[in-house]
């Protein structure tokens, strides 16, 4: 159970992702180098937050109309006492799932802000990432910079709920539907400003969902069916033209697809692409459908004649305020018929074309088979280990013993391989679940400049003729729905941690990768600024890491070098009257004077044209679009 | 000087009970809250890696009005009254005279830094009774210092006390120590009438001296003289050769004046376009000023242990004010030739 079942609650507007961007390149971690390359935030905060969202539509339990609820136009922001979120990525080498951190979801009246509920959003990466200003990337005429969309799901957890919800009946339809006051909840993200010539730098665009949660579902993926994404040729190469959409049979009877991030947008605001207008492929497409194929041969791009496939509705995707008002969702009921052939038979968007033919477009993947890792980011220290949660489902249902192989994935780095074991093969039990051990040894310093190595492991219930997973037909993306871990270069905690010798070298390169802090507040790489805010910085180095004023924002320094800092600032006594202990400047690894980063509109937009051509590459890399020009699909082989 | 206003010191003066005070000690939370905005507005025009020093003097002033806005909440909640300030009413209208501050006298507002601006304002802010002129309270003057308003509340205290009133009647567990933060010399728990005259003396000396030094007691120099410090750009140190043992013989105190922002004098939201992202940052710096109003009022609704929360909205507070500080006020589509400033306003809502 999920946002994709009712009651639901749809929301939509702005977020603020003010990610810090000189950490985006490698080079820029050689602290004896002034960064090169900036990107187009150098001062970012890491701050995550949403502005101007608002409630804009909801349903009731089996679907019945909530118009006049009161949970209709409510607020949804962030916490409203304490720091904001942030947003931060793995690793300059692993910028392909960046994790929330720190958020409370809250929803409120924006009249009197009496609390609806609010809940703590559990720290979730985003996936699906795809290009979905599609027209504007080939055109290289993209007001807003990025073009490419993400989606975040996750749960809220430890809801409390307040008077709001007592007197809306879909909050209290919610309530009880939903277990363990947990919610499940969706961000489609997209429209990301790059540009600083617009006031919309560094914010983006939201259409989201508030759903029950199940307990015995995965927290961060759609359980049940998975339609897989739609390639397309053009002039740059393959392209998505549908992205990967989410579907399930509800207890009621009604399917349900999720198209909240699956459809192509014509501008940062979310107005939904004319799919007869992208190309000419579906030039003559009269209708977006949802149907079941007759048979598990059906392949994108095959065209069946009326009555070949059972069409269970047409999707309005292009009425006006679509997406704002269903969360790019939409439900059909099932009769006893079309629901025995949907439980068994692959789901499919197709279009209806002006000869009243059905063209397949997305295809439920290969034999209904969906399996999925629910945790997938990890930070692991030598002799560190984590568990990673696999749910399988087929048709919907959950997939028992079925054997899952795993291997390193081409997208991760794995040197040297001893870093990171792992099984080979895990087999899912009764439930459909398995779980994955990783282990971490030491990696030494491979990268000179950069703590530890990101390693990524590809997984799948299939093999490819090398033995290897294999991606084909899986509704996943063979380079980004990957496990990935951060494992860390082991680092000894000295007896009694000295300034010089110690802590300026790790400082050094925070004070290099985040201007913000060492232009704007203090120098963090200058002994007696961090004197003088020894408290302030032991409180933020001795924070969870779950909260929002945790240091280091980015969250990637390995936990001894973090003690060591720590007993540096207490100096073992606590006692803030002693000196920090200074140590010998020969024990000093040297430091050149930097170049000050300036910051210049020309670096920013050639930047943000950069990016757009790394994720291009990455999204369509060789081996990915060898297998979309034979399968029409985007997945392929890691 | 400020100028309290008459009749705030009679009602001063009427008190019958620990229940009279509580309009009072809530007027001096607000006074003290007041002071932040217009010396963080003049730290935040200061350019990123300029005038450091001027920026850390006027800092140090913050962090001590924050010891002294919780020294008065400590108070209010020990007398059993809950301090209101996540309320849009808490929050100042500027440029206007402070919180119980009399009309048309000391109108403060939120200004980039300037030499002037210390002695035209901030100085005055925390400017000493001259002992010379100083006439005690309840005498014909028309109006008290800041000063003679904590000096009055100690008697009034220390009478409704000797005369059987119980006024320490408050949750003790409401008491805010932030320990590690200030020292427990300077923020304890307030009790008892000596607790509660001893916090009240802090707030005193720390803002004016003693009456016989530029220094409180604790041996840091008043805020009064460190503003006059950056008046004259000279560090005051002791002089035997001075008649009062002090004098701007100190270091220099580097400024470079084209280092500071040309911030909008009493920016509001509303004077910036929605669409710049002046106006979006302007929104957002609202939004977190009020959502550190909601953590305080938390720390002194018994959650002293949200202390830390409180500090990290400070400090994204100071963050946010930096950027928005350093972008081009545009209205009307067109850049005003000055900064957007930071906007205290109450926004409750992220908009």
């Known amino acids: 159970m999920s946002y994709l079942e009712t009651p639901r609650i749809v929301f939509a507007g702005r977020f603020i992702s003010d990610v810090s961007t000189i950490n985006n390149e490698d080079a820029n971690f050689n602290v004896a180098v002034s960064p090169a390359i900036l990107g187009w935030n150098p001062r970012g905060s890491a701050i995550f937050d949403f502005y101007e969202c608002k409630v804009t539509a909801a349903e009731g339990t089996n679907g019945s109309s909530a118009a006049d609820d009161p949970v209709m136009g409510l607020s949804v922001s962030g916490a409203n006492d304490r720091s904001s979120a942030k947003m931060v990525d793995l690793d300059p080498d692993w910028q392909f799932s960046s994790e929330i951190w720190g958020l409370s979801v809250r929803l409120s009246d924006p009249g009197t802000q009496e609390l609806a509920f609010e809940g703590t959003f559990a720290v979730s990466a985003f996936r699906d990432l795809f290009i979905r200003q599609l027209t504007q990337a080939l055109a290289k005429n993209i007001p807003n910079g990025q073009p490419s969309g993400g989606r975040y799901i996750s749960v809220l957890k430890n809801v409390r709920w307040g008077p709001v919800a007592d007197r809306s009946p879909v909050l209290q339809q919610l309530r009880q539907s939903t277990d363990d006051d947990e919610v499940s909840i969706v961000l489609n993200m997209f429209g990301y400003y790059y540009s600083d010539a617009d006031g919309r730098h560094t914010t983006g665009a939201i259409v989201g969902c508030i759903g029950p949660h199940r307990r015995s579902e995965p927290q961060f993926f759609n359980s049940g069916r998975r339609l897989q994404s739609l390639a397309l040729p053009t002039p740059g190469g393959q392209s998505t033209l549908v992205g990967p959409a989410d579907a399930r049979i509800n207890p009621d009877d009604n399917v349900v697809v999720d198209l909240g991030h699956a459809l192509l947008i014509s501008d940062a605001d979310g107005s939904i692409t004319d799919l007869a207008k992208v190309g000419t492929a579906l030039a003559d497409m009269k209708a977006l459908v949802f149907g079941v194929l007759p048979d598990e041969a059906q392949k994108p791009g095959d065209r069946l004649k009326d009555g070949q496939a059972t069409i269970l509705g047409e999707i309005d995707y292009l009425s006006v305020n679509w997406y704002q008002r269903t969360g790019g969702l939409s439900s059909f009921p099932l009769d006893r018929i079309s629901k025995a052939k949907a439980l068994t038979h692959p789901l499919a968007l197709m279009a209806r074309m002006s000869d009243g033919d059905f063209l397949v477009l997305n295809r439920e993947t290969q034999d209904g088979l969906f399996v999925r890792a629910d945790n997938f980011v990890e930070r692991l220290d030598p002799g560190g280990s984590a568990e990673i949660e696999f749910f399988s489902y087929r048709h919907g249902q959950i997939a028992p013993n079925l054997p899952l192989s795993l291997s390193f994935a081409a997208s991760g780095n794995n040197t040297p391989p001893g870093g990171l074991t792992f099984q080979q093969t895990i087999t899912t039990d009764q439930n459909g679940r398995a779980k994955l051990l990783i282990s971490a040894t030491d990696p030494g310093q491979p990268r000179p400049d950069i703590d530890g190595q990101i390693y990524a492991l590809a997984y799948s219930p299939r093999k490819n003729a090398a033995g290897q997973p294999d991606y084909t037909g899986s509704g996943l993306n063979p380079n980004f729905d990957v496990v990935v871990a951060h494992v860390r270069t082991s680092f000894a905690i000295p007896e009694r941690p000295e300034w010089y010798r110690d802590i300026q070298p790790i400082m050094a390169t925070y004070a290099q990768l985040y201007p913000i802090m060492n232009r704007h507040l203090f120098k963090l790489d200058d002994y007696d600024a961090m004197a003088e805010h020894r408290k302030l910085l032991l409180l933020a180095f001795s924070r969870p890491i779950e909260d929002p004023n945790y240091m280091p924002v980015t969250r990637d320094l390995s936990k001894n070098k973090l003690l060591t800092l720590v007993k540096w600032l207490e100096k073992e006594t606590g006692d803030f009257a002693n000196p920090l202990v200074k140590g010998d400047p020969a024990a000093s690894t040297p430091v050149i004077t930097r170049r000050k980063p300036s910051f210049t509109m020309r670096q920013t937009r050639e930047l943000g044209e950069e990016d757009i051509k790394r994720a291009m590459a990455l999204l369509f890399a060789k081996e990915t679009a060898d297998v979309l020009s034979t399968t029409s699909s985007q997945e392929g082989r890691p | ?351």
């Open chain 2, 1 to 351: 000087m400020i100028k309290i206003q008459r009749e705030v010191i009679d009602r001063l003066h009427a008190a019958n009970s620990g229940r009279d005070l509580h309009d009072l000690v809530q007027g001096a939370i607000r006074l003290e809250h007041s002071t932040i905005p217009p010396y963080l507005t003049a730290m935040l025009s200061l350019k990123p890696e300029k005038n450091r020093e001027i920026w850390s003097i006027i800092h140090s002033v913050v962090i001590d009005e924050m010891l002294h806005m919780t020294i008065t909440c400590n108070l209010l909640n020990a007398l059993g009254k809950r301090p209101q300030i996540d309320d849009p009413g808490f929050v100042p209208n500027y440029p206007g005279p402070l919180p119980t501050g009399i009309d048309g006298d000391l109108i403060v507002g939120l200004e980039p830094f300037s030499i002037d601006l210390m002695g035209s304002t901030f100085m005055k802010i925390e400017e000493p009774e001259h002992p010379i002129a100083f006439k005690a309270a309840g005498t014909e003057t028309e109006y008290a210092t800041i000063g003679q308003f904590y000096r009055a509340l100690i008697d009034k205290i220390r009478e409704l006390a000797a005369s059987g009133n119980e006024l320490f009647i408050g949750d003790p567990a409401r008491q805010v120590m932030a320990k590690g933060w200030y020292a427990a010399e300077r923020l304890f728990a307030i009790v008892d009438v000596d607790t509660a005259v001893n916090a009240l003396q802090i707030i005193i000396e720390e803002g004016e001296g003693t009456s016989v030094s530029p220094l409180a007691e604790d041996g840091e120099l008043a805020h009064y003289y460190r503003f006059q410090e950056i008046s004259r750009l000279r560090r005051l140190i002791p002089d035997p050769t001075s008649e009062n043992g002090y004098s701007f013989s100190g270091p220099v105190i580097p400024f470079d004046s084209a280092a500071v922002y040309p911030l909008t004098k009493n920016q509001k939201m509303i004077d910036l376009d929605a669409s710049s992202e002046g106006g979006r940052r302007a929104r957002q710096f609202s939004f977190v000023y009020t959502k550190l109003l909601k953590a305080l009022q938390r720390v002194f609704d018994g959650e002293p242990q949200q202390f830390g929360a409180a500090l990290g909205l400070m400090y994204e507070l100071k963050l946010a004010g930096q950027i928005l500080c350093s972008l081009p006020a545009i209205k009307n589509n067109s850049p005003t030739g000055f900064n957007a400033g930071p906007t205290f306003e109450y926004a409750p809502k992220n908009t």
